[in-house]
């Protein structure tokens, strides 16, 4: 159990060290290839969406009115190999490295583009299709290296560059997909008389996109580099080994521990404890159960490992000795301490879930999340336009496809000031957490205004006659669009960033292939929900809620799963966890850290009140330091030592 103790000592700052601001930097030479590999994505993906339809057309298929069916077919056949393999993938790169998944990923889509591009007829396009979700599970893999590329000062700011480079590439492959098909009737001057083009017409598009994929795989090989760490985890039931009957030194100069003893000690003068030596006796047995070091961390840096994990930290003697008041002043320790590592040997390991992706409850909640916010905006993309364009009387907006298009490229330019302005400092003020609640709020009010739109837009031709309905209804609009690139904003780059902090570096692949596996099924499954729902409401003739209301009622109420269960979510999701190779650079960080722990917050007298046996108390100023921080530091004691219990404020 951990106890905290406010202090309440005045001072502290909390400006923004020089520090902090070259930690929030992103490190651009790292990360912009994983971007250039996202905008290859992003083209690849959106281009087909431009053509898909004509080559439904060109296979004699069907005709022009039942096109939709089977291009959704085809799409849909993409999201279900997306839910199959993204997860492998990302297993794959916890297990081989981020850098030849990429590789492999990327290479998987070059072939199977170039097969889309000479596919002549259904069964060869829904595999070639298939093909392109299968071999390549680049996204999810691409988040893991981002967000190991990342610390907890920059990672919201480089994944929101996930969402500006996907819409980049989203404006750029429909460029290419509508303008380069039929090359030798839309190009004649350059393929007139190209027999291969003539007799694959959709061949160029994916031709060029291949082109830009084999460039994304050279930068990939050559510049990007690994950052999947190995590491293996060392019992510590298995520390004798190490020095087996000898003991470990290290100087802990100035960790601020109490270890108890049977007789309570009187703490006045700021006296030094000389050779103090750990027992089995001193540390209560369910405080920790295992300590993860690097291979090639000498046993040497053991102590200093385990020091460091005490600082700020006074343990009760497991023994129960009575401790009713420790006052005045701080212990420190100057001198060497010596443990006996024969003395470090707990009962047997207890079995933790921390190594299986499927049984760690943090990951899975935040796919889980990512998946239900990913089929509620599936549902808002498919249904917008169809619901635009339907004729006011039956509930829409008798919009045509260029205003359509218009609110997109709006709502693109909103997407970069909010991501290059906005949302950083907000996430900086009230954490990812409250931030992805918050976006989740929005979104259910914005999906409840879209149908109101109907109620006062005005028919094509008669706005010289409604001057007043017709301004009312294009400011309701603008509000509307900027609502929901906010809320979008505010939910997407957030809850990735929750993925990514739900796991170590070892399960952070395979967390995020979950992730992305779970949002594919619900993109195969939402655009069907959302098509026939809006089509039954938009003909039935029904009275509200079962009108136009139908779809985007379904869609806030959707919300209200992320906005309920992100309450729950622990304040440690707001930052990456701590790697064990990363930990004396953050004490270091910490040491510099003006907000930090650090001695001068025990300062002041301390009166403490009986503990049970094996408790911890951590002692700080909770007016001085950032609530954030503490529950951050007090996150990281609980998992440093496993402590199961729930943290109790005195």
């Not at 993309?381 to 298009?405: N, V």
């Not at 990735?496 to 399960?507: D, G, P, Q, R, Y």
Request: hydrophobic share 40%.
């Amino acid at each position: 159990m951990v106890e905290i103790i406010d202090l309440n000592t005045k001072g502290g700052g909390d400006g923004i060290s020089a520090e902090e601001r070259e930690l929030s930097k992103l490190p651009w030479r790292k990360l912009i290839g994983a971007y250039i590999l996202l905008v290859c994505e992003a083209i690849n993906t959106t281009s087909f969406f431009t053509y898909v339809g004509f080559m439904v057309v060109h296979f004699h298929i069907s005709n022009e009115e039942n096109v939709g069916y089977y291009s959704g077919f085809i799409a849909s056949s993409f999201s279900l190999a997306q839910f199959v393999s993204s997860f492998f993938w990302g297993y794959m790169s916890d297990k081989f490295g981020r850098k030849p998944i990429l590789l492999i990923g990327s290479l998987g889509s070059l072939i199977s583009t170039l097969s889309i591009g000479i596919s002549g007829n259904l069964p060869t396009l829904i595999f070639t299709r298939s093909l392109n979700g299968i071999l390549n599970g680049n996204i999810g893999v691409i988040k893991t290296y981002i967000g190991e590329c990342t610390n907890k000062h920059n990672q919201i700011e480089a994944f929101g560059w996930i969402g500006m480079t996907w819409g980049f590439g989203s404006i750029v492959g429909p460029l290419i997909g509508g303008l380069f098909i039929y090359p030798a009737t839309n190009l004649p001057i350059l393929f007139e008389h190209s027999t291969l083009f003539i007799n694959y017409p959709f061949l160029l598009p994916n031709l060029i996109i291949g082109t830009l994929t084999s460039l994304g795989i050279i930068f990939t090989y050559f510049f990007m580099n690994e950052t999947l760490r190995r590491h293996n985890s060392v019992p510590l039931e298995d520390l004798s080994n190490i020095h087996s009957n000898n003991s470990i030194n290290n100087n802990a100069s100035s960790s601020n521990i109490i270890v108890g003893s049977d007789t309570p000690p009187t703490l006045r003068g700021s006296p030094t404890l000389s050779n103090s030596t750990l027992s089995d006796s001193d540390i209560n047995e369910n405080d920790f159960h295992q300590i993860e070091l690097m291979t090639e961390e000498p046993s040497s840096n053991i102590l200093k490992r385990f020091t460091m994990s005490l600082k700020n930290i006074i343990f009760k003697n497991s023994s129960g000795g009575d401790y009713s008041k420790l006052k005045e002043q701080t212990v420190t320790t100057t001198t060497t301490t010596s443990v006996s590592t024969a003395n470090l040997s707990p009962p047997p390991m207890k079995k933790h879930n921390h190594d299986n992706v499927f049984k760690n409850k943090l990951i899975l909640a935040t796919s889980l999340l990512y998946m239900v916010v990913g089929f509620y905006y599936t549902m808002h993309d498919e249904a917008w336009p169809i619901w635009a364009l339907a004729p006011i009387k039956h509930g829409g907006l008798s919009f045509t496809s260029r205003q359509i298009g218009a609110c997109g490229a709006a709502g693109g330019l909103i997407v970069i000031f909010i991501q290059l302005f906005i949302i950083k400092p907000t996430v900086k003020k009230y954490g990812i957490i409250k931030v992805f609640c918050f976006g989740n709020v929005l979104s259910a009010i914005d999906f409840i205004l879209y149908p109101v739109l109907s109620l006062i837009a005005v028919q094509p031709g008669e706005a010289s006659t409604h001057i007043l309905q017709e301004i009312l209804f294009w400011i309701l609009l603008i509000i509307v669009v900027l609502i929901r690139q906010f809320a979008g904003q505010f939910v997407f780059t957030p809850v990735m960033t929750l993925i990514n902090n739900s796991a170590t570096s070892k399960l952070k692949g395979q967390a995020n292939g979950l992730g992305q596996s779970l949002v594919a099924l619900s993109r195969a499954v939402a655009p069907t929900l959302a098509s026939v729902t809006l089509a039954w409401s938009l003909t039935s003739g029904k009275p509200f809620p079962l009108n136009q209301f139908l779809v985007f009622i379904i869609m806030a109420i959707m919300c209200l799963i992320p906005i309920i269960t992100s309450r729950y979510l622990p304040t440690t999701l707001n930052a990456p966890i701590p790697e064990n190779d990363d930990l004396d650079a953050e004490e270091e960080e910490l040491n510099n850290d003006d907000n930090s722990l650090d001695q001068n917050d025990l300062k002041d007298t301390i009166e403490v009140p009986d503990f049970d046996s094996g408790d911890v108390v951590v002692l700080f100023d909770k007016e001085k330091h950032d609530q954030q921080k503490v529950d951050q530091h007090l996150e990281n004691i609980k998992k440093e030592f496993d402590i199961q219990d729930e943290i109790s404020d005195i």
